[in-house]
């Protein structure tokens, strides 16, 4: 196989996998789905694909690196195979790219809806409202207790 198809199955398998953690992965699973139904094991291959999805959403959920970097690894070799067995052609997987960096675009460029509140009382301290924060430490001092009557 030649450079250029390793290239665009390591690009491939990389836009895969950070489209897996976002709300666009519905649409991104049916393209990959009919993409991945040329091969010989195209409906075990989607069956990987959730199963991927969730063991990547378990490892950023756990808080750990290195789970995206395994994602893509295991989806490298796959499309290789893909290209290399003449189940797909370059500019199929080129497409299926474009495809899928278009909805990676489209998933950055939507407003996220927030809403924040706050509740259980008075708040003498910091207020931080984050989806992850990790590493972070806050030393608060007690507030002296006011004088009883």
Do not use: C, K
Not at 4 to 22: F, I, K, N, R
Not at 87 to 105: D, I, K, T, V
Request: proline share 5%.
């Amino acid at each position: 196989m030649d450079s250029e198809l390793a290239a665009l199955a390591t690009s491939g398998a990389t836009t895969l996998v950070s489209l897996m953690v976002t709300d666009s992965w519905t649409h991104a699973r049916e393209l990959l789905g009919r993409f991945l139904s040329r091969g010989d094991s195209g409906s075990a291959a989607v069956a990987d694909l959730d199963a991927a999805r969730a063991r990547l959403l378990a490892a950023e959920a756990a808080g750990d690196p290195d789970g995206a970097r395994d994602t893509a690894e295991q989806w490298q070799p796959y499309l290789r195979h893909l290209l290399s067995s003449g189940a797909a052609s370059g500019g199929e997987l080129r497409e299926l790219l474009a495809s899928l960096q278009r909805l990676e675009r489209e998933a950055d460029a939507r407003p996220v809806g927030v809403r924040n509140d706050i509740s259980g009382g008075v708040q003498h301290g910091p207020v931080i409202q984050t989806g992850r924060i990790s590493g972070l430490t806050f030393h608060v001092g007690q507030s002296p207790a006011p004088p009883s009557d």
